[in-house]
């Protein structure tokens, strides 16, 4: 793996940086965003006739959720009928957020935040300063090994004389939990903040789909919209809830409770097409291009990022991911875009570099067996290209590739299990069936050619 210079494309840094799109990050949110029309448009009428909303945003890994929501909390934050206060760094899920008590701390702490970013001075105002003492005394808690968990678990209140800023004692229980969010709601309804009056509040917290993958959780997130149910309903809050596709059918609908209170249809978040993420991408190198340049050098061409959207659903992140592994193999200068044989052969040895070492000459014969036919491979089959009993093949050979992520299973038929390469690991295939093609346009030197299909 090479170091990029992105210099050598006029391009000031990497234009496939995978972090989602944010107000005040390094990429103009409001130019790089691409698309989402339809989803705007929905948000947006959604948010002008309602004075209350709770709303999930369901997709896949790496569609764009995050980025979607933060493009419309920017957009938001400025409406002139009604412009909502929002914090540009989102809540993210995660096992202590579902906490009714926990979650209301996060919320105040994030505006706090945002207000400490946007006009510090207002943190004097005794309303602020007070919460700000809050969230620094459970903040303490928990990097003490203390219980952030348990902070309003103090009975009916314990007083915290020794704050900052405050005069009056703080009060920890759910309820002057509660309260203390209210206040600071009303502080924003009716202060001006960085010159702007605001009419309500967005929460939006993030990545569900980290917490669902243990499944374990499903019922603890489900109790938790059970438990923060009332004060999702509080007049001028708007709530984003981010999470996988099958967020709201499996988390919210079946609990009558928190459904009733949800807007009805989840906003399902698809893949941006094709053409959509290429012009994305041309978006940013424009963004990011050097002093003095004039054109930028494309670094691949169109149809591989075509490919690439095939192979990763139009999972953004992976695509860009993709690239970047593709230019860390180019030891030349890149005077034109890659072509579709030179980035997949590219691609295909990037993935052998990083498992050959890895790999006995069994799993190798393995991986060329797959590699060279259109099919999936079974234990019968690999006991016989392997001349080793069926009874040895599942542990030795298959489960070690399973867990380096390289084969899943594919099929069953009957008892018979047939195995093939993950989506990451597909572009040993492609490698394989450029070899040809790349012959033609790419030099000798430019790529040697490890062993995997000697
Ligand atoms: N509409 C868009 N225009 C341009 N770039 C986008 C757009 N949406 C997403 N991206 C880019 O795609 C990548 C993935 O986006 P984002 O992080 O928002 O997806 P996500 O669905 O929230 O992902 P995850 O499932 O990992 O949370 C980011 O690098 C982001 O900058
Ligand atoms: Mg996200």
Same mark, same amino acid.
């Given at each position: 793996m090479q170091i990029i210079s992105w210099q050598q494309f006029g391009l000031k840094t990497n234009p496939y940086d995978t972090l989602p799109l944010v107000d005040g990050g390094e990429l103009s949110l409001e130019d790089a965003f691409i698309g989402r029309d339809h989803e705007r448009k929905l948000l947006s009428s959604l948010f002008k006739s309602e004075n209350n909303i709770c709303l999930t945003v369901c997709g896949d890994t790496g569609v764009g959720k995050t980025s979607l929501a933060n493009f419309q909390k920017f957009i938001w934050k400025q409406d002139k009928e009604k412009p909502l206060f929002s914090c540009r760094r989102e809540i993210e899920a995660s096992d202590t957020l579902l906490d009714k008590q926990n979650f209301l701390l996060e919320v105040i702490g994030s505006m706090l935040r945002e207000i400490a970013l946007v006009e510090p001075k207002l943190l004097t105002d005794p309303t602020l300063a007070k919460l700000n003492a809050i969230i620094d005394f459970t903040q303490m808690m928990s990097i003490s090994g203390g219980i952030s968990a348990d902070v309003a678990g103090f009975g009916g209140g314990v007083n915290f004389s020794k704050e900052r800023n405050t005069s009056s004692p703080i009060k920890l229980t759910t309820t002057s939990i509660e309260q203390h969010f209210l206040n600071l709601l009303g502080f924003i309804k009716t202060k001006t903040i960085g010159g702007r009056q605001y009419y309500g509040l967005v929460i939006h917290v993030n990545n569900f789909d980290v917490v669902l993958k243990d499944k374990n959780n499903k019922k603890k997130v489900i109790s938790f919209f059970n438990e923060i149910r009332d004060i999702l309903q509080t007049k001028d809050v708007y709530s984003l809830f981010l999470g996988p596709s099958d967020f709201y059918s499996q988390i919210i609908? %079946?609990?009558?409770?928190?459904?009733? &209170?949800?807007?009805?249809?989840?906003?399902?978040?698809?893949?941006?097409?094709?053409?959509?993420?290429?012009?994305?991408?041309?978006?940013?190198?424009?963004?990011?291009?050097?002093?003095?340049?004039?054109?930028?050098?494309? %670094?691949?061409?169109?149809?591989?990022?075509?490919?690439?959207?095939?192979?990763?659903?139009?999972?953004?992140?992976?695509?860009?991911?993709?690239?970047?592994?593709?230019?860390?193999?180019?030891?030349?200068?890149?005077?034109?875009?890659?072509?579709?044989?030179?980035?997949?052969?590219?691609?295909?040895?990037?993935?052998?570099?990083?498992?050959?070492?890895?790999?006995? %000459?069994?799993?190798?014969?393995?991986?060329?067996?797959?590699?060279?036919?259109?099919?999936?491979?079974?234990?019968?089959?690999?006991?016989?290209?392997?001349?080793?009993?069926?009874?040895?093949?599942?542990?030795?050979?298959?489960?070690?590739?399973?867990?380096?992520?390289?084969?899943?299973?594919?099929?069953?038929?009957?008892?018979?299990?047939?195995?093939?390469?993950?989506?990451?690991?597909? %572009?040993?295939?492609?490698?394989?069936?450029?070899?040809?093609?790349?012959?033609?346009? &790419?030099?000798?030197?430019? &790529?040697?050619?490890?062993?995997?299909?000697?």
């Open positions: 609908a %079946p609990e009558q409770r928190v459904k009733s &209170i949800f807007t009805r249809t989840p906003l399902v978040v698809k893949p941006l097409s094709k053409t959509e993420v290429v012009r994305a991408f041309e978006k940013r190198m424009e963004l990011l291009k050097s002093k003095n340049v004039q054109q930028y050098i494309k %670094p691949i061409d169109d149809e591989v990022v075509f490919r690439l959207h095939d192979l990763y659903h139009g999972d953004i992140r992976s695509i860009m991911t993709g690239i970047k592994d593709i230019l860390g193999q180019c030891s030349d200068r890149v005077v034109q875009p890659l072509s579709m044989n030179e980035a997949m052969t590219l691609l295909g040895r990037e993935r052998w570099e990083r498992v050959s070492s890895d790999l006995s %000459p069994g799993k190798q014969s393995i991986l060329t067996f797959l590699v060279k036919n259109n099919k999936y491979i079974s234990t019968k089959e690999a006991s016989t290209i392997l001349g080793k009993q069926s009874s040895n093949i599942s542990g030795y050979y298959f489960k070690p590739l399973k867990d380096l992520g390289i084969l899943e299973e594919k099929e069953r038929k009957g008892k018979m299990v047939y195995f093939g390469l993950t989506d990451e690991y597909q %572009p040993l295939k492609w490698w394989f069936e450029s070899e040809i093609g790349v012959k033609k346009d &790419i030099s000798d030197t430019k &790529i040697k050619q490890p062993t995997l299909f000697d």
